[in-house]
């Protein structure tokens, strides 16, 4: 009786390199969470504000970023170039979780929020079209929380989420891979 042992004996590619385990984590996490704030905004009718839509940019940059890392590093690409892809994720998330903070001080009233969605509505026009105008006008203010879970805005759980990504990213950076 034949057996292969090399495949038994050989660990899974995210155990070799952590690159690629934290690059596909960082991946998941940030598809995850735009998923569960489009299902928010889709399904129960949840609109974003702008510095919502803002925070999202850095999800939509970490995950195909995220996911070339994990290519280039289980491909064995130079460290360095591996080390700067999860640099540039830890520095999104980062910079996210900085506007999330702001985002979430605007919320409990810290701070002004932009005037794009704390301060007054001008310029509606004439008169006459003032009441048409205000009927097509929604507003979705920055400072005005939508939905809170555990005491925290979903501005607080951004925070949180990108903070564990810049985390995993990080940790894969720090790893060096293990020999097969």
């Not at 050989?10 to 952590?18: E, F, I, S, T, V």
């Not at 919320?107 to 002004?112: H, K, N, T």
């Not at 979705?140 to 555990?150: A, G, I, K, M, Y």
Request: glycine share 12%.
């Amino acid at each position: 009786m034949t057996t292969n042992s090399s495949v038994m004996a050989r660990p899974a590619m995210g155990a070799l390199n952590p690159a690629v385990t934290a690059a596909l984590l960082a991946a998941g996490v940030a598809a995850a969470t735009l998923a569960g704030a489009w299902y928010m905004q889709l399904v129960w009718g949840l609109q974003p504000c702008e510095l919502c839509l803002k925070q999202r940019w850095a999800y939509y940059a970490i995950v195909p970023l995220a996911l070339v890392i994990a290519l280039v590093a289980a491909r064995g690409a130079p460290r360095g170039l591996v080390l700067a892809g999860l640099g540039l994720i830890a520095l999104a998330a980062l910079g996210n979780a900085g506007l999330g903070v702001y985002h979430a001080g605007v919320e409990w009233g810290f701070w002004q929020g932009p005037t794009e969605c704390t301060g007054p509505i001008g310029n509606l026009g004439s008169a006459g079209s003032l009441l048409e105008r205000l009927d097509s006008v929604h507003v979705v203010r920055c400072d005005e929380v939508q939905f809170r879970f555990l005491g925290l805005s979903l501005a607080g759980y951004s925070v949180l989420i990108s903070l564990f990504i810049a985390a995993v990213a990080g940790w894969g950076a720090a790893r060096r891979p293990t020999a097969a």
